[in-house]
């Protein structure tokens, strides 16, 4: 699956999106696919990896035009 701009996305990979056109950018990592969006884990405000507060699920998903593959590294 491909994100907004046209790159390869791959489980571990990092992304950055937004809920909706007047939300905060977040940092998420795609852990699966559905045939339509991105399974992904949000990166918290205090460091911690987990699924949206919104959700009974351990991902939450996002559809390719609401996110751009970014480099990250864990430890930023």
């Known amino acids: 699956m491909k994100d907004f701009i046209g790159n390869e996305l791959k489980i571990n990979d990092y992304i950055a999106y937004a809920r909706n056109p007047y939300a905060n950018l977040y940092i ?22 987990n699924a949206s507060q919104f ?15 970014i480099e990250y590294s864990e430890g930023e």
């Open 55 to 69: 959700y009974d699920k351990d991902y939450e998903i996002v559809y390719p035009y609401q996110c751009v593959k």
């Open 28 to 49: 998420g990592k795609v852990v699966g696919f559905t045939p339509k969006g991105i399974k992904i884990v949000k990166k918290n405000k205090d460091g911690s990896w």
